[in-house]
């Protein structure tokens, strides 16, 4: 056995296609997908050039792949990396983590996706702590679910390409002012996930308070082909200005997105909350939204 760890700033489109392949691959074991979101619009489209993939090579087979996102100044870089599961438990996963340490200079925070058993079993040996905890929450489309109420001279209407990105980028760096990784997004950010096929601007709803936008609901379905499961519909991203907080808007965007999704057929939907949110929690169990899964960020 021969392994080589290759650091690329951007790969081509056969390592792309290779990196891919291996998430495939790692999701079908596992049954979660191993990189988020951000990682995998980076694969696609390049991102920040700050940012580093570690390719690993066993011989000429792709045997692991990490990404290393240093953009975040104040709290250092983040990583997360997969082994493909035919070259698991060899060593190879100790081995590219030395490497993204290697990189990222000692200073680093690790996601590891499902809080997989294995992957907490390597953040130990090597001395992280686990430091945050992103909840997966789900409920039924089919079970009852509340009309909306949008509070008194607030209006909704949906998204418009190309019209409305300024507006929308500037109220979610407001709502999302203290959160490490949304409240950052760039207009940029913002068009790659217009390219996105999932993207469809009625399922995108804004709030307005005179011409002034107070809030959104930002829905998504995951198709079947891309997931490996029957359409799933997601509670992509709520924000609401925090000028506007406290007057039930929040609440009623949620449920304005619901009945969107639940018009499109899925039989679940899904949301991202962070553990510590418990205010969030709170409102999406009045919803009947319950603990699904857990994302974990380990720190060392």
Known sequence: MSLLVKIRERLDDHEIADVLGL???????DGVRPLNEHVMLHLRYGGDPRARSLLLYDDATLAGYAHIDSTDEVEGPSAELVIHPAHRRKGNGRRLLRDVLDLADGRLRLWAHGDQAG??????AFGFE????????RRSLFAPLDPFDLPEG???????PSQDEDAWLKVNAAAFAHHP????????DLRQREQEPWFDPEGFFLAFRGDRLAGFHWTKIHGSSEHGHEPLGEVYVVGVDPSQQGTGLGKALTLAGLNHLRSRGPAQAMLYVDEANTAAIRLYESLGFSRWDVDVMYAV
Do not use: I, P
């Open 181 to 188: 990784e949304q409240g950052t997004w760039t207009l940029d």
């Open 154 to 160: 607030v209006t909704l209407r949906t998204f418009v």
């Open 119 to 124: 992957a907490g079993a390597l953040a130990t």
């Open 23 to 29: 998430v495939e691959a790692a999701t079908e074991a």
């Open 130 to 137: 686990r430091v945050r905890s992103l909840w997966q929450m």
